[in-house]
């Protein structure tokens, strides 16, 4: 008689799903990030809460737009899932996850392809199921509508306000605050933006004035401290006349979001004495031609070759030496004493003039020759004390003493004015001569 044991095996549990979430809010205002942060809370406390599920993490982007490229959270997320780290993803909503048909899908596909489901909260759709993905285009292709007839209406609002000479939150800047949508002058501001226009037409740089701003502490607007980029948009503003130009820059299409300059695409509106004015007409004018005229040189000097160039370093703080026009003429000069000043970095100034008879010098030659300078020599550190060092190819370092004379320093003006009194001396001296002569006969 066969004899039969029963064997007591546990029954197979369920495999536990790994579930992430994913929540996004369209920018930074202080209601948008409160609801984020209580969004991302939400969905921790469900995940966790739920005996079948692991928890994956919940992935949150404060985003501008809708295109998958600028979200660092959800390329995150994808990551995640490609790492077989993901089983589910939970979402509000459509239009959270992606507001494009085209990139809904292809996310959306690329998931199915990794047995990865996606739930749709508000739409209550579950991406693995049958009818998914026929429901999904035609609920994404709706929402891209409805996110291009928002941006149609917002544009016509906007339109109509700056018709009327209103502003919006952007607007305000640096000497003015936005009061019931007008700029209404800011005493203390309006004091720094004169500085810096009196500054500029004084002949410093937008580097130098931002230097002075940060050296005296003075607190730029938004920003921790004063940059060249900021020092140059006051520089360029136009409302600071108590005119105001509106729609300088525009949003090409609702989908990306992203803000073009109007260079003529879409109309500028003029409004007259619109606020009260922190520097006058002829002033902003002044700091244009100014700023034109510097543009032209810096224009005229790219046509310039300067065989040198990425090829010094400063031999203090290691940064590059890059070509600076002074009045007599091209000088290199460490970009860190450059931008920042001298508190950085005090290497000095070398003349072109001065790297040429170097070059020379080193490559025992009268005549310097690009090509032949480069094929032997990797770079040029610049020294303390008038020292340059050659690094060569083969690895020698060779070392450049420089010396100034009294006249490498003359303007192009007082160069002129020397051969002046020069031909003065010569035509005196020939007269007296003459002179003598006759006296002989």
């Given amino acids: 008689m066969k004899k039969v044991t029963t064997l007591n095996i546990s029954p197979k549990l369920p495999k536990k799903l790994k579930v992430a979430a994913y929540a996004r809010v369209s920018d930074g205002k202080d209601a948008m990030l409160h609801s984020l942060a209580a969004q991302v809370n939400f969905y921790k406390k469900r995940i966790k809460e739920n005996q079948v599920w692991v928890f994956a993490g919940v992935y949150s982007d404060e985003a501008l737009t809708g295109t998958k490229d600028t979200r660092v959270e959800f390329q995150k997320l994808l990551e995640a899932c490609r790492l077989g780290k993901v089983d589910l993803i939970l979402t509000k909503s459509i239009s959270r996850f992606a507001r494009n048909t085209v990139t809904l899908l292809e996310t959306v596909r690329e998931l199915r392809d990794l047995n990865i489901d996606v739930f749709f909260e508000e739409q209550n759709i579950h991406t693995l199921s049958g009818e998914g993905e026929m429901v999904l285009t035609f609920l994404a292709s709706f929402a891209q509508e409805e996110s291009r007839s928002v941006s149609e209406n917002m544009k016509w609002r906007i339109k109509k306000d700056f018709e009327q000479g209103l502003l919006w939150e952007g607007n305000a800047c640096l000497g003015y605050r936005l009061v019931n949508r007008k700029l ?56 600071y006349t108590g005119d105001l130009i509106l729609q300088k820059t525009y949003i090409k299409d609702h989908l990306n979001k992203l803000q073009k ?51 010094m370093k400063c031999g203090l703080c290691h940064k590059a030496y890059t070509i600076k026009h002074a009045a007599n003429g091209p000088v290199w000069m460490c970009s860190t004493l450059r931008t920042k000043g001298k508190s950085y970095c005090d290497n000095k100034q070398v ?55 009294r006249s490498d320093s003359w303007t192009k003006e007082m160069r002129a004015q020397a051969r002046i009194n020069r031909l003065n001396y010569l035509k005196g001296s020939t007269t007296h001569v003459k002179s003598n002569t006759d006296s002989i006969h």
């Fill in 184 to 239: 209404q002058l800011v005493e203390d501001e309006a004091s720094i933006v004169q500085m810096i226009y009196d500054l500029y037409l004084e002949g410093y740089s937008d580097n130098a004035i931002a230097k002075i701003l940060n050296d005296k502490e003075i607190k730029p607007h938004k920003a921790k401290l004063w940059q060249r980029t900021s020092v140059m948009k006051i520089l360029t503003n136009y409302n």
């Fill in 351 to 405: 003349p072109n003039s001065k790297v040429i008879e170097g070059a020379n010098h080193i490559l025992k030659q009268h005549n310097f020759n690009e090509t032949h300078f480069k094929s032997k020599v990797k770079w040029i550190e610049v020294m303390p004390d008038k020292l340059l060092l050659f690094k060569m190819r083969d690895e020698k370092i060779l070392e450049y003493t420089w010396q100034q004379s």
């Fill in 261 to 311: 300059p109007n260079n003529g695409e879409m109309n500028q509106y003029l409004v007259s004495n619109a606020h009260e004015p922190i520097i006058s007409k002829e002033l902003f004018n002044q700091a244009q031609n100014l700023r034109k005229s510097k543009s032209a040189r810096r224009k005229l000097s790219v046509h310039h070759n300067y065989p040198f160039k990425g090829l």
